[in-house]
T-cell receptor, first 113, second 114 residues
Framework: AQSVTQLGSHVSVSEGALVLLRCNYSSSVPPYLFWYVQYPNQGLQLLLKYTSAATLVKGINGFEAEFKKSETSFHLTKPSAHMSDAAEYFCAVFDSGTYKYIFGTGTRLKVLA | GAGVSQSPRYKVAKRGQDVALRCDPISGHVSLFWYQQALGQGPEFLTYFQNEAQLDKSGLPSDRFFAERPEGSVSTLKIQRTQQEDSAVYLC????????????FGQGTRLTVV
């Protein structure tokens, strides 16, 4: 079964600092990986996705993620945090065998002024 | 519509009451998913439809939960005899194809059972 693990349920960064949110996956086949963002009282919005094309994936709002097979990781980064980035971020894998999206437990990002 | 629409946005139910949550997926989307998100948790899979066929309902927590998508578009998640542990946000998502891997989520229905 495929799964994802997000390290760190809460991350705080200063405005303008690097954002790094960690995600490791477990999959016996090439995975389809995603990062979603959730603002309070909102649904999930797709930030970016990896579908076995380029290993460095660029998403919306200046976010990007790098797929590293050797490390089974798909960490999310942004060079300079903005106050508006404060939200909950979810890493997910699409299990093509069962047609399910499997989500991590989420990382709440706080941006300090 | 432009996106996945869910209604109501908020629902307060008395324990033991039946509720029905509606999802309008993006027009033409084949796949439809329901997820349950408890407070402070990630979304947990409930059930999956491919057109009108419910292919997976392994995530439904009990036989009080029932979902349908009779015409392959709008879906309804019904919860009978609600319990306090049913309080959560229920998210609906749709995607264009079977193996199309980009799911679009609605804003969710926040159910509070009192």
């Amino acid at each position: 079964a495929q799964s994802v693990t997000q390290l760190g349920s809460h991350v705080s960064v200063s405005e303008g600092a690097l954002v790094l949110l960690r995600c490791n996956y477990s999959s016996s086949v090439p995975p389809y990986l995603f990062w979603y963002v959730q603002y309070p009282n909102q649904g999930l919005q797709l930030l970016l996705k990896y579908t076995s094309a380029a290993t460095l994936v660029k998403g919306i709002n200046g976010f990007e993620a790098e797929f590293k097979k050797s490390e089974t990781s798909f960490h999310l980064t942004k060079p300079s945090a903005h106050m508006s980035d404060a939200a909950e971020y979810f890493c997910a894998v699409f299990d093509s065998g069962t047609y399910k999206y499997i989500f991590g437990t989420g990382t709440r990002l706080k941006v300090l002024a | 519509g432009a996106g996945v629409s869910q209604s109501p946005r908020y629902k307060v139910a008395k324990r033991g009451q039946d509720v029905a949550l509606r999802c309008d997926p993006i027009s033409g989307h084949v796949s439809l998913f329901w997820y349950q998100q408890a407070l402070g948790q990630g979304p947990e899979f409930l059930t999956y439809f491919q057109n009108e066929a419910q292919l997976d309902k392994s995530g439904l927590p009990s036989d009080r939960f029932f979902a349908e998508r009779p015409e392959g578009s709008v879906s309804t998640l019904k919860i009978q005899r609600t319990q306090q542990e049913d309080s959560a946000v229920y998210l609906c998502a749709s995607s264009l194809g079977v193996m199309n891997t980009e799911a679009f989520f609605g804003q969710g229905t926040r159910l509070t059972v009192v």
